[in-house]
Structures are given as structure tokens and as C-alpha cells.
């Protein structure tokens, strides 16, 4: 994980780091030092019950992005994000002013105008926040940029959490929390001049500011690509998520595991740690590419750790309780509670990282902040929609573990509705699973299969899973031609069907399909995708190369375009090739997470697209290792 990290040494990322960092670290203190003294104070105050104050600032805070979301996305569009983030930085100090005023005059109105002033803080920050990484990032360094921001705020919104309570119980005058929120702004605003510019990528853009038909606007923005808008819906649901389980923290800890105030800081130490670990090792599991394969593996864990702590949480509250922490943690049943928040962190971050690099990827640049506005918008909607959905099933009776249970089912059903919608994260995760079970891959020269535009790859031909150990090492979608035989395969056949996969028989057997095939091969290449094919047109089963087709050449005569050539090397031997007669009969003959190759070779012109020169240069990329 050591590449993630370089990034932190780096004047393109370290200074914007370090200002996010401070800046949900601030949020959360003050947020949480004002809602611990109308806790503990309120009569002191006003005459409002404290649960209903609590609510309240929770409701203040989250106004903002809904007010002012859409504006401020296309601020970040029309603007420097470097020079906005320092203004970002500077209205905090005037918010820790007003606060100090608050608390200076015991105003409970100037606190709550401070606390939204600082939720208009954080929602003026968000689209720059996520928006200014892929101008200073390259791709394979977007995955590890984001593992840290998603790992970093998770471990500011706990530290400031404790230090905010910390602050409203401990110091002798609450003015103390707006000394020293104060101080964080300022060193925030210190660091966010050391970030490097990041130009406007819509310098005359005109700023709508009627915040309903610009934030309809934004989503229509999201919604242009399928896959964004999805990814979009998810982060949301994520959020929804796991607010859900955050806002239960106190009650569940008090009233389900029978523990002090103290306990509620370790579930949510706990979870936070989840999450900074999943993040983290996202960059390692992906390879430093956007790997959207972890996204189904990270839904899979916040489903099954959802269910099992309502299984796990104990049904009836421990003799002696409250407990302190030493004797709660005595308690096997707390233990396993334990473990479950922290898987459903860890798989947390398996999820939301690659969602958030993916948007980042994949949208216009020209429109990538005003697009990151709409989820942010949306994340407030699907969190105060969660909110009302809890209360409502609590308020009807339903326990907190069966409150979890019930969440984690209907992830389940929100996941599945999104790979049914979009195949193509099960279909990465399906290849990331085989690349990372059964064989242990290592690229060589992936940089030569193109970002953009259109080309075909060729490759060898040696098992039943070559397409999958492809499509896991290409950073974009692949279409492969196949034997048709091998298209209908059972179960296999599904996934390649999935990924859009073009049948193809020799002319003999089915002239029809052979010229259907051809045609929409030409029709992906004039749509800018890429398209894979195996020229021997049969997977090997004595290990050699079988003599080249002229497919190719008839390809690139009518559609010239790149040809790509690759070399798969160790997989003649395995579970789905040929050795020793049929695929797939004798289970784990090479073992598990064997050493396979994928070497990849500069782009060949389409007047060089011979099936002899091409047979020569993947004969001479696999070398001597089958």
C-alpha cells in the first residue's frame, strides 16, 4: 500500500488532504460539542426538550445541501477549486467567530445560525472536495487519492466527535470549543494555500441560482451516463446506510449491549477503524485501478455483517448494567458485535471508494462538479429519508437489531436491483474473483490497451476463462467475439452473455451469424469501444498456437483501427484448459492462486495486421511459458 501513501509526500495531493481532513474534523466538533450541551444543558438554554433540539441541529445542519448544492457545484465548475477552497477556509473562521459570539452571549439562535453556516461550509466544499482529484491525479493513482480522503474524514469525524464532547463536558466555559475551532480553521485555511491550481473546466459558465431547477438540472447531468447515475444512487443508499446504524449507536449501546457512555465511543471507534481499512485496501485489492469488482464484494459483507449482528446483539440486558467498558468488553457476545461493526466498516470502504473514483472517471469534466453536487444532494435526501424510515419502525415497535436486519435485507435487494440494471460491476466482480482465488495475475505493458477511442485486442487462446482474466486487467469494458459453442457454455455462458459477448461460426456451419457477427463488430469500433478476439478461433488443447484467421485483417479493412496485441502465459494447465483432455473435469489440478500472466504489446498499425505478423508478435510476447 505503499504507492497510496507516496501520495501524502506530494504537494499535488498532501495540502488538500490535510484540508478535508481538518475541515470534517471541525464539523464534528462543533457539531457534537453543541449537541452534547443541549444535551446535558438545555434548560439552561431555552425551553425546548432536549430530544427535539438534538433533531434539530441534526435537521440544520443537513439544510444546506439541499439549498445550495446545485449552486455551489457550478461554482466549482466556474472557478479555480484551489482558490474556492481557500475561501472555503476562510468563511470557517467567520463561522468560529459567530460561534464565539453564540456562546459569548448565550444565544442559542447565533449557535444554530453557526451551525447551519457550517453545514453551508461543508456543502460548498463537497463538489471541490471530489471534483479536484482527477485534475491532480492520474488514474492509477484515483483509487489510493480517494481510499485516503474516504479514510481520513471517517477518522476526523471520530476524532472530532470526542473532542467536541470532550470540549462541552471537560472545558470550564463553552467558549473554549469555538477557541478551538477557530484554531482548526485557521490551520485549514494555512494548508488549502499550499494546494495547486486547479483551473475551472467551464470558466463561463452562467451560476443559475434558483436552487430547484439547478439541482434538477445537475441530476440531469448525472443521469446522461447510466452507469454515474447508478453509481450515484448507490453512494446514496451507503450513506443511508450507515447513518442508519451511526444514529442508533447511543440507544443500542445503552439499551441493547447494557453499556456506559463510554461505549458508544468504542462502536463507533470501531466502525470508523472498518471503514479506514477498507479503504485503504482498496488500492492493494484493485491493482490501482478503478476495480468496480469490489463493489458487489463490498455489498455482499454490509449485507451478511447487517444480518448477523441482529443475530448477534444480545436479547436481554446483562445483570449490573450500565457496565463499564472493561466489564462489556468480558462479554463474548460483545465481541462478536464487535467484529460485525467492524467488518461492515471494512466492506464499507470495499464499496464506496471505487463508486466515488468511478464518477470521478466517468464524468464530463466539464460538468464533474456540478454532477458530484447532485450526490451530494441526493446523499442528504437518502439520509433524512432513512432517518424518518427508522424512527417510524422504532416508533412501531421494531427492536434496534431488528432494525439492522432489516436494512441489511433490503441492501441486499437495492444491490441486486443495480447489477441487474448495470451487469457490468458483477461481471468485473465475477473476474476480479477468479483473478484473485484461483490464480494469482501479474500485468505487463496493460498501458498500451488505450483509455479512449477504439481498437481490437488479440490474444491466444488457452482456456475457457481467458476473456475473464482479460476483463480483469483492462481498465475498460471489452467485447469479445467467441466460438459460439463457447458462448452457449453453461454457467460461464452467462457471464459472457452478461458482458456482450459477439457469437461467432465458421462460415461452413452458419455463414448468417458469421456476417452478423462482423457487422457488429464494426458497429462496436465506430462507437469507440473495444473488441477483443482470439484469431486461432479454438482454445488450444496441445498448448501451441493454433495458425491465425484472417478475421482481423477483414476487420481492420473496413474499420482501421489499432490492433493490440497480448499474450496469456500460464494458464495451459489449469481447471478450464485442455491439457490432458476436456476442460474443467479435474478441480484444483494446478492448485489454488497459481502464478498466470497477461503481457501486453505495442499498438499494431491495421496495414501490419497480418494473421502471420500478428501470429508472430503474440508468439514472441508468451515466450516460453504456456
Known amino acids: ?9 506530494t504537494r499535488r495531493f498532501a495540502p488538500f488532504f490535510a484540508t478535508q481532513f ?51 457545484g457550478q461554482l466549482a465548475d466556474k472557478y479555480d477549486k484551489a482558490r474556492l477552497a481557500r475561501l472555503v477556509k ?10 464565539w459570539c453564540g456562546f459569548s452571549l448565550h444565544s442559542l439562535p447565533l449557535l444554530l445560525a453557526g451551525l447551519f453556516l457550517l453545514g453551508l461550509h461543508s456543502t460548498l466544499f463537497g463538489p471541490v472536495k471530489y471534483a479536484i482529484l482527477p485534475q491532480h491525479l492520474r488514474e492509477d493513482e484515483l483509487v489510493g487519492g480517494n481510499a485516503l480522503v474516504e479514510a481520513g474524514t471517517f477518522v476526523a469525524i471520530l476524532v472530532g466527535t470526542l473532542c467536541g ?15 478551538a475551532g477557530l484554531v482548526v480553521a485557521g490551520l485549514g485555511y494555512l494548508c488549502s494555500r499550499g494546494i495547486p491550481a486547479a483551473p475551472a473546466p467551464v470558466p463561463d459558465l452562467v451560476v443559475g441560482l434558483n436552487p430547484l431547477a439547478e439541482t434538477w438540472r445537475n441530476i440531469g447531468f448525472a443521469r446522461e451516463n447510466r452507469t454515474v447515475f447508478l453509481s450515484i444512487l448507490g453512494i446514496s443508499w451507503f450513506w443511508l446506510y450507515g447513518a442508519l446504524f451511526l444514529a442508533q449507536f447511543p440507544a443500542y449501546a445503552k439499551n441493547v449491549l447494557g453499556g456506559s457512555e463510554s461505549s458508544v465511543t468504542l462502536l463507533l471507534a470501531v466502525f470508523t477503524v472498518g471503514v479506514g481499512l477498507g479503504s485503504l485496501l482498496c488500492e492493494r485489492l484493485s491493482s490501482g485501478h478503478v476495480e468496480i469488482g469490489l463493489v458487489p464484494f463490498g455489498s455482499i459483507g454490509l449485507t451478511l455483517f447487517g444480518i448477523d449482528i441482529a443475530f448477534a446483539s444480545p436479547g436481554v440486558l446483562p445483570a449490573g448494567a450500565p457496565l463499564q467498558l472493561v466489564d462489556l468488553l468480558a462479554r463474548h457476545e460483545t465481541w462478536r458485535v464487535l467484529f460485525d461493526l467492524l467488518a461492515l466498516g471494512l466492506f464499507g470502504g470495499f464499496f464506496i471508494v471505487p463508486l466515488y473514483a468511478l464518477i470521478q472517471l466517468r464524468s464530463a469534466p466539464e460538468q464533474r462538479a456540478r454532477i458530484i453536487a447532485a450526490n451530494n444532494i441526493l446523499n442528504a435526501l437518502f439520509m433524512v429519508v432513512g432517518s424518518l424510515a427508522a424512527a417510524g419502525l422504532l416508533g412501531d415497535g421494531l427492536t434496534i437489531p431488528a432494525l439492522f436486519g432489516v436494512a441489511a435485507v433490503c441492501n441486499a435487494a437495492v444491490a441486486i436491483y443495480i447489477y441487474s440494471l448495470v451487469p457490468e460491476f458483477m461481471l468485473r466482480f465475477v473476474a ?11 500485468n505487463s505493458g496493460i498501458e498500451n490497451i488505450p483509455d479512449e477511442g477504439p481498437a481490437i485486442l488479440i490474444c491466444n487462446h488457452v482456456s475457457f476463462v481467458d476473456p475473464l482474466v482479460i476483463a480483469a486487467a483492462s481498465r475498460r469494458p471489452i467485447r469479445f467475439v467467441m466460438d459460439h459453442r463457447i458462448y452457449r457454455t453453461p454457467l460461464i455462458g452467462i457471464v459472457f452473455r452478461h458482458m456482450h459477448a459477439i457469437p461467432i461460426a465458421p462460415a461452413r456451419q452458419d455463414a448468417a451469424m458469421m456476417e452478423a457477427a462482423f457487422e457488429e463488430v464494426a458497429r462496436a469500433l465506430e462507437a469507440g469501444e473495444l473488441v ?3 484469431p486461432e478461433g479454438r482454445i488450444t488443447d496441445t498448448g501451441e498456437l493454433y495458425p491465425f484467421r484472417p478475421g482481423v485483417q477483414r476487420i481492420v479493412e473496413r474499420t482501421p483501427v489499432p490492433v493490440i496485441p497480448m499474450a496469456l502465459q500460464g494458464l495451459w494447465g489449469s481447471f478450464f484448459s485442455r491439457k490432458d483432455g476436456p476442460a474443467m473435469t479435474r478441480p484444483l489440478r494446478r492448485g489454488m492462486f497459481s502464478k498466470i ?12 495486421a497480418t494473421p502471420e505478423n500478428l501470429q508472430q508478435i503474440v508468439a514472441g510476447l508468451r515466450g516460453d511459458w504456456r
Open 432 to 442: 476480479w474473483l477468479l483473478v484473485h482465488s484461483f490464480y494469482r495475475l501479474r
Open 532 to 534: 477483443a478476439i482470439f
Open 597 to 608: 500472466a497477461l503481457v501486453v504489446g505495442p499498438p499494431v498499425a491495421p496495414p501490419m
Open 22 to 72: 481538518l475541515g470534517a474534523f471541525n464539523d464534528n466538533l462543533f457539531k457534537n460539542a453543541l449537541v452534547v450541551l443541549l444535551t446535558f444543558q438545555a434548560a439552561s438554554w431555552t425551553e425546548l426538550r432536549p430530544e427535539v433540539l438534538t433533531n434539530l441541529a441534526a435537521g440544520i445542519f443537513i439544510l444546506p445541501f439541499f439549498l445550495f448544492s446545485a449552486t455551489c
Open 1 to 9: 500500500m505503499s504507492s497510496q501513501f507516496s501520495l501524502l509526500r
Open 90 to 99: 476562510l468563511l470557517e473562521m467567520v463561522i468560529m467567530a459567530v460561534a
Open 165 to 179: 464532547g470532550l470540549l462541552a463536558g471537560a472545558a470550564g466555559h463553552p467558549n473554549w470549543v469555538a477557541y
